[in-house]
Every structure is written in structure tokens, then in C-alpha cells.
């Protein structure tokens, strides 16, 4: 159900040269997640996730609203894919909800759960299009929140075990797997600050859980090469981060030192025993009045630096942060909440003045260079995707047309600082546009519209915004052209 047809999609017959060429083999592609496009939270059995009880939970999420109808993906996935493939993508990045398929977030998998990403899969590769599921992006079966959550070390098994039930069903035909979305968010936005689900502030379980969630990665990891192994498959396996660049606000020795502290609770506090095996020493110093890191096992470490095929990487914009409390405060900001500094509660976000999204983001595009080679120094050989960039603005439907000239430009120049960065040597092979849909923003409701395609979630009718037709000429085109 689009509102425009592939012919006005930007085809031509000869494509035109790009003036920024990507290489050859470069994945193009779009990404979503499961909770914020599917709706149908109540079908088929699905149970309950935190987002739903979250949402139901007043004051929670803006205006009210609730998993129901989001992108009602469920039922049009065909016409989503349909609308891909016209696009040009060569992949697609989705998530599986767990409580699709496991309603107790435990035992027997649900067969119709499982049937769905099934025909999604084979719909996404009929038209072309490679499948890069991610197992988790933040919908929890809410019976293991009632357990604990990831502060509780078993939710790490639990998360393997799930694993293993997808790949078993559809690991013959999909190559790249992510296991999770962000876990920082899941652990510092859901367990500390709690303006995500399940909306607890506790700083010491959100260390436990960020601790559990990699543990939970580092098994599913193991159990999806396992059993590709038997099968004869070779499945790449990854995480994706949402790492960014802290920058002092001035060259104050307070500023310096915030930025560290804040680097090593957003980012090396995953990169770290992720790819080397151990705690960065500072985080630890910085957090221990809050935990002394008991939660970790032995092995643990081993565990979760099981190698990577891949990391992805989630950039939308770089911070400044202060020591100096007096220098934050903007009211363009977003609140405190979204930078919970656990142990460093004299840091705070400072804002840049520089021009902003609807989200009230900084836009600065040398943050994307700055991370990508700052991750490639840091961890040579490994890996790395963009699995999601994009931005907020509030759009409008003209005359069936969406002239989002804000978006086009913000994905122009982070696409340039990608470039950039791959002629400066990093290791980079994909670019995932989030999102394909607007969709469910999680406590910013329906309100906030990422989209390259605007949906009217009432009359669910789909239009490409100018940004969409933009992407599908770089797509095509291999990179920008003008
Ligand atoms: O929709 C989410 C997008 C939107 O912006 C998606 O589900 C997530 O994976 C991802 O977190 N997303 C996202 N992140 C940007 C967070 C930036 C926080 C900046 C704070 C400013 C000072």
C-alpha cells in the first residue's frame, strides 16, 4: 500500500556516476525493530513484552501510546518488502520479538511466532534482499522481568536458549545475525535512569545488567557457531553498539576527565570485554560506590570476547559533557534522564549550539568519522557496520509528497564522514538507514518520525519522502551523485 510506485522511485536506465563511490561489495541497506513496527502485540499468542507494560503504565510514554497500531507491520510485511525491493536495498536490518516466540521467555517455542520471521525471511530474500535479523532489541518477555530481568544472571541463559531456537529455524538461510541491539540502552535507559522499560532506577542493577546482556551475547554467539557448525553453515555473528564520540566541553582538566568517565560508561564498557576480555580500570574506579562488579564470574570474560565477525555501529550524534554542573542545562536538550551518569552524577551534557533535530540531537557529522576511526585504532581488524543512522524531523505530506530536505542533507553528510573514513582505512562494509518506517519511538510515542517513508498510522498508507528517493539513487548508484 505505497503511494507511489516504483516508477517514480528514481530508476533510470543508465544510473548515474557517483561523485563519492563506495566499493563494490558496500551493503546499502535500511534498518527497523520489531516492537516499533509490527503492532499486533496480542496475536497469535505473542506474550506480553516491558514495552507493553511499560506503555500501559500512565506517564510512561508521550500521549499515551502503545505498541498497537505502530507500522501494523505485522500484517503488510509483504507490502514493506515490496516496498525495499523498489527502493533498492540490498538489506534489510530487523528484529525478532522474543515473546513471539517464546510468550514465557522460556521452554517450547511458539510455532506461529516462528512461522512469522519465516515468511518474512523468504519474502525479504524473494526480492532480493539480504535478511540481518537481530535477536533483541529491547522487548524482554515481561515473565522474565518478573524474574529479575538482565540484573538476574539467568536472563543470560534464557537469551541463548532463544537464540538457538531462531537460528535452528532459520539459520539455513540468513548469514549475518546480531544478537543485540544496544545494550546500553536496555541496561543505563531501562535499569538506572528508567525512562525506558521496565523503568527501574537502580544504578547497580543496570551495571549487573549491562554485565548479564554481553554474557547473554557472548552465549548466543557460541550456540548460533555451534550449530552452524554441525549444519554446515556459516553464519557471522555480531553486536551492535551504540557508540559515539564524547568531547570535553572545554580543555579544562574537569571537562577532560568527564569526558573519560563518560567514554568508558557509554562505550568501553562494552568495546572493552568485548573484544580484549576485561573492565576497563577506570570505569571500575569510577563506579565503585555503586557496585564492586561481584557479577562477574569466572569465564564470563571469555565468554563475551568470544571473537566477532562484526560489530555494528548505531551514530547519531556526537556529546559534549562538562564536570562543571553550571555548564549544562539547556532546555534544547533532551533530559538528563537519556544520559544517566551512574557514579558521575557532577558530569552533565552540554549543549554545542549547533543546529538540532526534532529529537534535539546536535547535528555534527564529524562525530560519525571521529567514532568510526576511533574504533578502527582502537580494535584493528575488527569489523564494523553502520547498522543505523538517520534523524527526527517533523514532517509533513504535501500534495502525497514529503520534502524532508533536513533528513536528505543530515544522511548526505554522515555519508560523506563514512567515506571518509573507509579512504582513512577502517574497515567499514555496510550502511543501515534508520529507519525505513516512522515508527514507534519508543517514550517519545508516535510523535517523533524517523522515517525514509512517512506512514499514516491511521490510514496506514505509506509515502516515500524525498529522502527515500534519495537513498534509492545512492543505493542504486553505489554512492552520492551531485
Ligand atoms: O528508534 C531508535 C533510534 C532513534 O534514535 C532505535 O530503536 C534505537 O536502536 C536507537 O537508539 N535510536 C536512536 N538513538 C539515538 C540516541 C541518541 C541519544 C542522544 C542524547 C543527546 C545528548
Redesign the pocket.
Known amino acids: 500500500m505505497t503511494s507511489q510506485s516504483t516508477a517514480s522511485l528514481g530508476q533510470t536506465e543508465e544510473e548515474p556516476k557517483p561523485d563519492i563511490h563506495f566499493p563494490e561489495d558496500f551493503v546499502w541497506g535500511v ?1 527497523t ?1 520489531s516492537f ?1 513496527i509490527e503492532g499486533a502485540t496480542t496475536e497469535d499468542g505473542r506474550g506480553p513484552s516491558i514495552w507493553d507494560t511499560f506503555c500501559a503504565t500512565p506517564g510512561k510514554v508521550e500521549n499515551g501510546d502503545t505498541g498497537d497500531p505502530a507500522c501494523d507491520h505485522y500484517h503488510r510485511y509483504r507490502d514493506d518488502v515490496a516496498l525495499m525491493r523498489d527502493l533498492g536495498v540490498g538489506a534489510y536490518r530487523f528484529s525478532i520479538a522474543w515473546p513471539r516466540i517464546q510468550p514465557e521467555g522460556k521452554g517450547k517455542p511458539l510455532e506461529a511466532g516462528l512461522d512469522f520471521y519465516d515468511r518474512l525471511v523468504d519474502c525479504v530474500l524473494e526480492a532480493g534482499i539480504d535478511p540481518w535479523p537481530t535477536l533483541y ?2 522487548d524482554l518477555p515481561q515473565a522474565l522481568e518478573d524474574e529479575g530481568g538482565w540484573p538476574n544472571r539467568d536472563t543470560a541463559k534464557r537469551f541463548a536458549d532463544y537464540a538457538e531456537i531462531v537460528y535452528s529455524r532459520l539459520g539455513d538461510r540468513i548469514t549475518h545475525w546480531n544478537t543485540l ?2 545494550p546500553w ?1 536496555s541496561a543505563f535507559l531501562g535499569y538506572a535512569s528508567g525512562v525506558h522499560a521496565p523503568g527501574r532506577r537502580e544504578p547497580a542493577a543496570a551495571l549487573a545488567a549491562a554485565h548479564h546482556l554481553m554474557l547473554g551475547h557472548g552465549l548466543a554467539a557460541n550456540a548460533i557457531r555451534e550449530l552452524g557448525r554441525q549444519a554446515g553453515h556459516a553464519p557471522k555473528v555480531g553486536i ?1 553498539h ?1 557508540q ?1 564520540t564524547v568531547r570535553p566541553y572545554t580543555d579544562s582538566e574537569a571537562d577532560r576527565d568527564a569526558a573519560r568517565r563518560i567514554d568508558a560508561l557509554r562505550n568501553r564498557i562494552f568495546t572493552e570485554p568485548l573484544v580484549k576480555g576485561r573492565y576497563p580500570e577506570d570505569l571500575l574506579a569510577d563506579v565503585s560506590g555503586i557496585s564492586d562488579y561481584g557479577f562477574v564470574k569466572d569465564g564470563d570474560l571469555e565468554i563475551i570476547s568470544t571473537p566477532l565477525d562484526m560489530m555494528g555501529v ?1 551514530f ?2 556526537p ?1 559534549w559533557v562538562s564536570g562543571n554542573r553550571e555548564n549544562g542545562g539547556s532546555d534544547r ?2 533530559s538528563e534522564d ?2 544517566p551518569s551512574v557514579g558521575s552524577e557532577h558530569v552533565v ?1 552540554v549543549d554545542p549550539g549547533l543546529p538540532v533535530t526534532a ?4 547535528i555534527d557529522a564529524s562525530g560519525m568519522y571521529d567514532t568510526l576511526t576511533r574504533l578502527a585504532n582502537d580494535y584493528p581488524g575488527l569489523t564494523l557496520y553502520v547498522t ?1 543512522n ?1 534523524a ?1 524531523f517533523d514532517d509533513k505530506v504535501v500534495d502525497g509528497a514529503v520534502h524532508d530536505t533536513e533528513r536528505i542533507a543530515y544522511l548526505d553528510a554522515h555519508l560523506r564522514a563514512v567515506h571518509a573514513a573507509i579512504e582513512a582505512g577502517v574497515p567499514l562494509k555496510g550502511y543501515f538507514a ?2 525505513l518506517l516512522d ?4 517514550a517519545l510515542g508516535y510523535g ?1 518520525r ?1 522515517g525514509i517513508v512517512h506512514v499514516d498510522y491511521e490510514s496506514q498508507v505509506r509515502t516515500v519522502k524525498d529522502s527515500g528517493l534519495w537513498y534509492s539513487r545512492v543505493v542504486r548508484a553505489g554512492g552520492i551523485v551531485g
Do not use: I, R
Open positions: 534498518a525493530a516499533q532489541h529491547w541491539n544496544e540502552c551492535v551504540n559515539t548505531n547519531y550524534n556529546s536538550l533532551p537519556y544520559s551534557d529529537m534535539g540531537w546536535p543505523e538517520g527526527a534508520w529507519s515508527n514507534f519511538e519508543w517523533k524517523f
